[in-house]
Antibody, heavy 121, light 105 residues
Framework: EVQLVESGGGLVQPGGSLRLSCAAS????????MSWVRQAPGKGLECVSV???????YYADSVKGRFIISTDNSKNTAYLQMNSLRAEDTAVYYC???????????????WGQGTKVTVSS | DTQMTQSPSTVSADVGDTVTITCRAS??????LAWYQQRLGSVPKLLIY???TLESGVPSRFSGSGSGTEFTLTITSLQPDDFATYYC????????FGQGTKVEI
């Protein structure tokens, strides 16, 4: 079964760090686009980071320089290292994968259940 | 960056109605547009990609159209399960979502 399971969320103080994990099953993370999409309380979806093509990365301006996306092929897991966290980073963070590696299939067809991150003192 | 703007923000409808949601891109994105449904408290679900291609398992009452900068999602014969928030997403230039349209009773 194709599945994504996130973990690593929690409560962290402003300025702190957190690493989110996204364990994949049923496919290989290195073969597709792997993304992190967040949703602040009561707000819409924001694509914060994507990794693809053997290591190319995308970051939204709101997290550039603070977040780092990566994958570990041996564990078939994607990660989001979040540093210098701010109150506005408070959100549910979803991991999602693309339908395929082709340009026309870069929509996200499989999503994890999400992990909640709260940045507060 | 390519910005996505959806309208309306909220639409009120009844079971059996037809609903149309519009999504406009700030620049040409060809047909690289997806639509997602998010029910309250649930994970987003892909409905349509490449502007008009229905994702496997999605009911045929959902349809998408458009290219370039203007796109529409149409839901015919609205069902109780369809009351949700809908997001468009461009994936021509990286990825960006619209702000969402809530379909309510």
């Amino acid at each position: 079964e194709v599945q994504l399971v996130e973990s690593g969320g929690g409560l962290v103080q402003p300025g702190g760090s957190l690493r989110l994990s996204c364990a994949a099953s049923g496919f290989t993370v290195s073969s597709l686009y792997m993304s992190w999409v967040r949703q602040a309380p009561g707000k819409g979806l924001e694509c914060v980071s994507v990794i693809y093509s053997g290591g190319s990365t995308y970051y939204a301006d709101s997290v550039k320089g603070r977040f780092i996306i990566s994958t570990d092929n041996s564990k078939n897991t994607a990660y989001l290292q979040m540093n210098s966290l701010r109150a506005e980073d408070t959100a549910v963070y979803y991991c999602a994968r693309s339908k395929s590696a082709r340009f026309e299939d870069r929509a996200f067809d499989i999503w994890g259940q999400g992990t909640k991150v709260t940045v507060s003192s | 960056d390519t910005q996505m703007t959806q309208s309306p923000s909220t639409v009120s409808a009844d079971v059996g109605d037809t609903v149309t949601i519009t999504c406009r891109a700030s620049q040409n994105i060809d047909s690289w547009l997806a639509w997602y449904q998010q029910r309250l408290g649930s994970v987003p679900k892909l409905l349509i990609y490449k502007a008009s291609t229905l994702e496997s398992g999605v009911p045929s009452r959902f349809s998408g159209s458009g290219s370039g900068t203007e796109f529409t999602l149409t839901i015919t014969s609205l069902q109780p399960d369809d009351f949700a928030t809908y997001y468009c997403q461009q994936y021509y230039s990286y990825w960006a979502f619209g702000q969402g349209t809530k379909v309510e009773i």
